[in-house]
């Protein structure tokens, strides 16, 4: 019998960037790829978008740290905790500069919804060290063709969430 070790910090950091792919997939940006990344000082993990004319949807900001907090306190992040993680993550918090307070309420209800398609999306990327578009689609159960569309609409507005 083998006794495996999970490393709550890096499982954090692997929840922390499956919530921006979600987020950010759902609000219709491209996923290159997700990554943990060993040994950097600066960075545990990044989430790759490809690029767009409107950037990344601070929604998408705002999830990366609204689904880290849901795991690390095991509640619903309110805008003291958000704020008080985000003066670790600065990269985030500077992108996020200019966004408002619908923002974060609508990043920590978008990650309420796709919890599970966060979990499995992290789960992935912990083991693997790297996930792409398809298993972004996969977590959060895309269907194919056109309702696809009006799958991922119903999401970004609260008519649908995963169970």
Do not use: N
């Not at 790759?48 to 950037?55: L, M, S």
């Not at 578009?133 to 996969?138: A, E, K, M, Q, T």
């Amino acid at each position: 019998m083998t006794k495996h070790v999970v490393d709550r910090a890096q499982l954090a950091v692997a929840v922390h960037e499956a919530g921006h792919a979600v987020a950010g997939f759902i609000h219709g940006r491209e996923i290159e790829r997700v990554r943990l990344l060993d040994g950097d000082p600066t960075h545990a993990g990044t989430c790759e978008f490809a690029q767009h004319p409107g950037g990344v949807p601070p929604v998408a900001l705002y999830a990366g740290t609204a689904a880290e907090l849901r795991f690390t306190l095991g509640r619903r992040p309110s805008a003291h905790d958000v704020s008080a993680r985000l003066a670790v993550h600065r990269d985030d918090r500077a992108m996020v500069a200019s966004a408002g307070p619908y923002d974060l309420d609508h990043a920590r209800g978008l990650v309420d919804r796709t919890w599970p398609a966060i979990c499995e999306l992290a789960t992935q990327l912990y083991g693997f060290a790297e996930v792409g578009p398809g298993d972004v689609l996969r977590a959060l159960r895309v269907p194919s063709g056109a309702r696809a569309d009006a799958y991922l609409a119903d999401l970004r507005a609260g008519r649908r969430a995963l169970t």
